[in-house]
């Protein structure tokens, strides 16, 4: 069985434009996470996808969104980026169904490493 | 709101040596998981191990256990037998029990170094 995917793996761009990172969770799995990875904050949560609803959602701007497809591939959007905006975004998934239905385990992908220049 | 941290930025073992990780939590709520994930260089987070809070009994997992401490709010791994393969970074994590699955909160990390 596939595992979560990401694309691409690295990501250059400059300040200003936007950026569209992609996840396909692993199959089955209809809950879909983003989270940002940063040396000097850590991880962050960014927002939780289930059947195409966003169910949850972490303290950022507005400038960063997501969507999620009826096949559970993820998509995140962060438009006008910033040099503080270079992170580590990682994306996982698990086969919970409802907040607190049980411990489902979370599965990760290897990330999309964005650099703003 | 709920914190984790994690008060050893790095940490070093020597190859088939024992090692503890430390990590402490700050809570209001009674139920909840928490959470050892191991990133290793390919970046993919790895679930390590996992406790219950309304479980006593502290988890286990082949090399791999916690020392959890409810009252005190903390939350340790032991690695024994420690092979180089367990080179990473270790990331402590809490999720409360009636929130969505993927919504976990982090530390900051342990790096940890195993000598051969």
């Known amino acids: 069985k596939a595992g979560v995917t990401q694309t691409p793996r690295y990501l250059i761009k400059t300040r200003g434009q936007q950026v569209t990172l992609s996840c396909s969770p692993i199959s089955g799995h209809r809950s879909v996470s983003w989270y940002q990875q940063t040396p000097g904050q850590g991880l962050q949560f960014l927002f939780e996808?289930?059947?195409?609803?966003?169910?949850n959602k972490g303290n950022f701007p507005g400038r960063f969104s997501g969507r999620q497809f009826s096949n559970s591939r993820s998509e995140m959007n962060v438009s006008t980026l910033e040099l503080g905006d270079s992170a580590l975004y990682l994306c996982?998934?698990?086969?919970?169904?409802?907040?607190?239905?049980?411990?489902?385990?979370?599965?990760f992908g290897s990330g999309t490493q964005l650099s703003v220049l | 709101a709920q914190t984790v941290t994690q008060s050893q930025p790095e940490m070093s073992v020597q190859e088939a040596e024992t090692v503890t990780l430390s990590c402490t939590y700050d809570?209001?709520?009674?139920?909840?998981?928490l959470f050892w994930y191991k990133q290793p260089p390919s970046r993919q987070m790895i679930l390590v191990i996992r406790q219950e809070a309304y479980k006593q009994q502290n988890a286990t997992e082949n090399r791999f256990s916690v020392n959890f401490q409810k009252a005190a709010k903390s939350f340790s791994l032991k690695i024994s037998d420690s092979q180089l393969g367990d080179a990473a970074m270790y990331f402590c994590?809490?999720?409360?029990?009636?929130?969505?699955?993927?919504?976990?909160?982090f530390g900051k990390g342990t790096k940890l170094s195993v000598k051969p």
């Open positions: 996808y289930f059947s195409e609803t966003q169910r």
């Open positions: 996982a998934s698990s086969l919970a169904t409802r907040p607190g239905s049980g411990n489902e385990k979370l599965f």
């Open positions: 809570t209001s709520e009674s139920d909840y998981y």
């Open positions: 994590a809490y999720r409360s029990a009636g929130g969505s699955q993927g919504n976990l909160i």
